[in-house]
């Protein structure tokens, strides 16, 4: 149960982005500059690391990544994503009481 509280952050945050970058192209954006607290999912993107529960999302932001003409993975520390993560979390909880 741990390992799953654990992977269920990291594939969410995956998924996003995975999301972030298909909407991207769909809106013609060729462009993308992502950011992220998670210094994991960061460094399997980049390649430095791999993340057995985010493999196969990896893969495919990798892919999508080559239909733009310039996209970079960032980290930055959470503090500096205070704002962002409230707002997301905000998010999520309108949704769940809809």
Known sequence: MIELSIGLPLIAE???IRSALC????LEIT???VFSDNLTLIRAISGITQAKEIIGIVKDIRSISTELASVSFSHF???????????????LRLSFSL
């Open 14 to 16: 995956a998924s996003a």
């Open 23 to 26: 909407m991207a192209i769909t």
């Open 31 to 33: 462009s993308l500059d």
């Open 77 to 91: 520390s959470r503090s500096q994503n205070a704002e962002a993560d409230a707002l997301a979390k905000e998010i």
